[in-house]
Antibody, heavy 119, light 110 residues
Framework: EVQLVESGGGSVPPGGSLRLSCAAS????????LNWVRQAPGKGLEWVSH????????FYADSVRGRFTISRDNAKNSLYLQMNGLRAEDTAVYYC????????????WGQGALVTVSS | EIVLTQSPGTLSLSPGERATLSCRAS???????LVWYQQKPGQAPRLLIY???SRATGIPDRFSGSGSGTDFTLTISRLEPEDVAVYYC???????????FGGGTKVEIK
């Protein structure tokens, strides 16, 4: 069974940093691209970042580029999101999600981790 | 920049009725990368349709997708109470811009 479990969420003041983790199981981790998607309270979905299986390619939403860094450790079946320079508008539930394949459809999602940026 | 506009914002129908949800792109996009998700309250999104018209594993056949170019449609042929959710469309807009989501359509039961 495919499982994605996020951790590392919490409350942080503006300008602070946080690192999210996503532990994966039930599939061949290194062969799949992964994404982070966020959802502000009561709002819609916003894609944040993407990383290929080998980590050769990463890309970011304009809203987080230069502040957030996506990475993965295929030996640990884990995905990460390092978030620096956090702003109030970064407050959201952050989901990790697996890419189905060439269609960029996200077929498995974690339960989400809440990040709150507030003084 | 490609923008996806979903309509209507809210759809209120009776059980058994047909639901038609629209996703319009600001410029022509590839149907290969047009995806639909369902999100129920308090849950993570669930993949429904990919490649504009292919149902994901385990999705009931009352859900179907169609469209091309700038206009895409998700149809629920016979609405059931468990279909109450927000539905999002998503498109891959190329590296480095990645993915973009529509604003969502909320489906309610009368």
């Amino acid at each position: 069974e495919v499982q994605l479990v996020e951790s590392g969420g919490g409350s942080v003041p503006p300008g602070g940093s946080l690192r999210l983790s996503c532990a994966a199981s039930g599939f061949s981790f290194s062969t799949y691209s992964l994404n982070w998607v966020r959802q502000a309270p009561g709002k819609g979905l916003e894609w944040v970042s993407h990383i290929t299986g080998s980590s050769a390619t990463t890309f970011y939403a304009d809203s987080v580029r230069g502040r957030f860094t996506i990475s993965r450790d295929n030996a640990k079946n884990s995905l990460y999101l390092q978030m620096n320079g956090l702003r109030a508008e970064d407050t959201a539930v952050y989901y990790c999600a697996r890419d189905l394949g060439d269609s960029y459809a996200l077929d498995y999602w974690g339960q989400g981790a809440l990040v709150t940026v507030s003084s | 920049e490609i923008v996806l506009t979903q309509s209507p914002g809210t759809l209120s129908l009776s059980p058994g009725e047909r639901a038609t949800l629209s996703c319009r792109a600001s410029q022509s996009v590839s149907s290969t990368y047009l995806v639909w998700y369902q999100q129920k309250p308090g849950q993570a999104p669930r993949l429904l349709i990919y490649g504009a018209s292919s149902r994901a594993t385990g999705i009931p056949d009352r859900f179907s997708g169609s469209g091309s170019g700038t206009d895409f449609t998700l149809t629920i042929s016979r609405l059931e109470p468990e279909d109450v959710a927000v539905y999002y469309c998503q498109q891959y807009v190329g590296s480095p811009r990645g993915l973009t989501f529509g604003g969502g359509t909320k489906v309610e039961i009368k």
